[in-house]
């Protein structure tokens, strides 16, 4: 009988570990900056500037390699009105668009297998996947972060 009860534990232990390794790390935008770091004042002119400011804020580097889920807001690079399989999630609406980018450890590059639906770009989302602190460079911004998605959900606060 304690021969099953030790087996029964074991295989118990065993199977929750698995299951609650597939939940992925919660992640917010401050939590990607390293503890002491100072973003620079981006200087406010009118003179229709989108120039980035901290092109080399650090990224937190126990991040890498990590399953995440990241809420944030999609600026597509890829795709059509409906779907896309590559873009930028950034913190707020209208980052690298209307507003200058926010600094490199503030911008995630996410790239998909295939193209994913993304109802409305006012809307915030969920971002699930694997996380890098491999960078990427495009027009629009320097990046810090990297993401293989896995999938994408409205954010629901």
């Known amino acids: 009988m304690i021969y099953f009860l ?3 534990c ?8 698995l299951v609650f390794a597939d939940e992925p790390l919660e992640l917010f935008w401050e939590d990607m900056v390293p503890p002491n770091y100072q973003a620079p004042d981006a200087p406010f002119d009118h003179d229709g ?20 889920k990241i809420p944030g807001f999609v600026v597509p690079l890829e795709g059509n009105n ?21 600094p490199a450890n503030q911008i995630v590059y996410v790239k998909f297998s295939e193209s994913v639906p993304i109802d409305n770009l006012y809307d915030a989302v969920w971002v699930t996947g694997t ?3 491999k960078g990427w460079e495009g027009d629009l911004a ?10 994408v959900s409205p954010y629901d606060g």
């Open 49 to 68: 500037s989108m120039q980035q400011m901290g092109l080399d804020a650090p990224v937190v580097e126990s991040l890498d390699g990590k399953l995440v």
């Open 6 to 8: 030790k087996k029964a």
């Open 142 to 151: 320097t990046v810090g972060y990297s993401l293989l998605g896995m999938s």
């Open 10 to 17: 074991l295989i118990s232990i065993i199977f929750s570990q």
């Open 131 to 133: 996380l890098t602190t």
């Open 82 to 102: 409906e779907t896309t399989s590559e873009f930028l999630l950034v913190p707020y609406f209208g980052a690298c668009i209307h507003v200058p980018p926010p």
